[in-house]
């Protein structure tokens, strides 16, 4: 598995090439080549984990930061705080922000939340979850209201 870059070190070098012309300019895409840019680098990145077996899902690589299930819990936990922050902002409600019960300079206790809740899911469980709510995330920018 490979790791990224984080966005302040630079950003994905390969999405950030792919989104700047040959004028270093920030290319505009349409809403279809955005959608499809984003489910695209979401079935690269979940398909890291096809041959990930249940016995090494909670094990750490050298050179990783986190483990293969942590990688995918972490991904679905702020997935999942996306669609709620969606769906409060549409029913009118307040977006808590990052979480309720969470602050943004403890994000390490948000983690171990995403981390403790996806613990017993086995790989394919976190692949399915992954895939459902990348195309809950998706929706929206495929029909902006």
Same mark, same amino acid.
């Given at each position: 598995?490979?790791?990224?870059?984080? =966005?302040?070190? &630079?950003?994905?070098? *390969?999405? !950030?090439?792919?989104?700047?012309?040959?004028? &270093? +300019?920030?290319?505009?895409?349409? @809403?279809?080549?955005? *959608?499809?840019?984003?489910? /695209?680098?979401?079935?690269? %990145? @979940?398909?890291? %984990?096809?041959?990930? =077996?249940?016995?090494?899902?909670?094990? #750490? /690589?050298?050179?990783?930061?986190?483990?293969?299930?942590?990688?995918?819990?972490?991904?679905?936990?702020?997935?999942?705080? #996306?669609?709620?922050?969606?769906?409060?902002?549409?029913?009118?409600?307040?977006?808590?922000?990052?979480?309720? !019960?969470?602050?943004?300079?403890?994000? !390490?206790?948000?983690?171990?939340?995403?981390?403790?809740?996806?613990?017993?899911?086995?790989?394919? +469980? #976190?692949?399915?979850? %992954?895939?459902?709510? &990348?195309?809950?995330? *998706?929706?929206? *920018?495929?029909? =902006?209201?």
């Amino acid at each position: 598995m490979s790791s990224s870059a984080h =966005p302040r070190e &630079g950003g994905d070098p *390969v999405l !950030g090439s792919r989104l700047r012309g040959s004028d &270093g +300019q920030a290319a505009r895409l349409s @809403v279809g080549e955005t *959608v499809a840019e984003i489910r /695209k680098r979401a079935e690269l %990145f @979940v398909a890291e %984990f096809d041959d990930v =077996p249940a016995s090494g899902l909670h094990t #750490l /690589k050298d050179g990783m930061d986190r483990t293969p299930a942590q990688m995918l819990a972490y991904q679905l936990g702020w997935m999942d705080l #996306l669609l709620d922050w969606e769906r409060d902002e549409r029913a009118g409600r307040e977006v808590v922000t990052p979480a309720p !019960g969470y602050r943004w300079n403890r994000l !390490g206790d948000l983690y171990s939340a995403f981390y403790e809740r996806w613990h017993d899911a086995s790989p394919p +469980q #976190l692949q399915q979850a %992954f895939r459902e709510r &990348g195309d809950g995330v *998706v929706a929206p *920018v495929a029909s =902006p209201s």
